[in-house]
């Protein structure tokens, strides 16, 4: 299968700071991407699809401002958790998938703490 | 896209065969059940999809009603590694994957 990359694997960042997290497709061009958030025992949760060269589709209930998403070109999307509180810490997790294919990949994910 | 209905744990011995099953009465005509498992804190595993045929890999087989409202996830000689949460999802096939929306899944453990 298609390989996604997240990098990195896990985070430890202060109450404030902001965290950047990167989503790589390493064998193919993503025209879409997708990052989701899981929280312990429970299933993942469609955060935003994130479109290259355009703005992200955030769904309902996630703050645009506050979890940045950039896709400069077609294998790499990033996150920016801006101004991070212990709330936020979870899973991240992206996903993408070749055009001609229907299947989503997914990155390995990243788990972020914030103290 | 349709809702699905998953038994929430299931167990099943090492080396013997894993049937999960999932219903998806709502399911539309254009509509295609994709299975997808998450082997604990690791990004989601594309397994198998299918729309109305029986479909076979190598590391499954997708079982279809032919009234298309349920399924079943076979997984002929389960191991140790196949502990993990499997999700069944029903969407419509999108070009470039799409985005996904999952349930709860259900927790499957292979015991020895």
């Known amino acids: 299968g298609a390989v996604v990359s997240q990098h990195p694997s896990w985070v430890i960042c202060k109450s404030g700071t902001s965290v950047k997290i990167e989503c790589r497709s390493l064998?193919?061009?993503?025209?879409?991407m997708f990052w989701y958030r899981q929280f312990p025992k429970q299933s993942l949760m469609l955060m935003a699809t994130?479109?290259?060269?355009?703005?992200?589709?955030?769904e309902q209930g996630v703050e645009k401002d506050k979890f940045l998403i950039n896709h400069a070109s077609l294998t790499l999307s990033t996150l920016t958790v801006t101004s991070a509180h212990p709330e936020d810490s979870s899973f991240y997790i992206c996903?993408?998938?070749?055009?001609?294919?229907?299947?989503?990949?997914f990155g390995q994910g990243t788990r972020l703490t914030v103290v | 896209d349709a809702k699905t209905t998953q038994p929430t744990s299931m167990d099943c011995a090492e080396g013997r065969a894993a049937n999960l099953p999932c219903n998806h009465s709502?399911?539309?005509?254009?509509?295609?059940v994709y299975w997808y498992r998450q082997i604990h804190s690791q990004g989601p595993q594309y397994i198998i999809h299918?729309?109305?045929n029986n479909e076979t890999n190598e590391m499954a087989s997708l079982i279809i009603t032919e009234d298309r409202k349920s399924s079943t996830l076979i997984l002929p000689h389960a191991t140790l590694r196949d502990t993990a949460v499997y999700y069944c999802?029903?969407?419509?096939?999108?070009?470039?994957?799409?985005?996904?929306?999952f349930g709860q899944g259900t927790e499957l453990s292979v015991k020895p």
């Open positions: 996903s993408a998938s070749r055009q001609e294919n229907t299947e989503a990949f």
């Open positions: 064998d193919f061009q993503a025209t879409t």
């Open positions: 994130s479109n290259e060269g355009s703005k992200a589709t955030y």
């Open positions: 709502t399911i539309s005509g254009n509509e295609y």
């Open positions: 299918g729309l109305k």
């Open positions: 999802i029903v969407r419509v096939k999108a070009v470039g994957g799409g985005k996904l929306i």
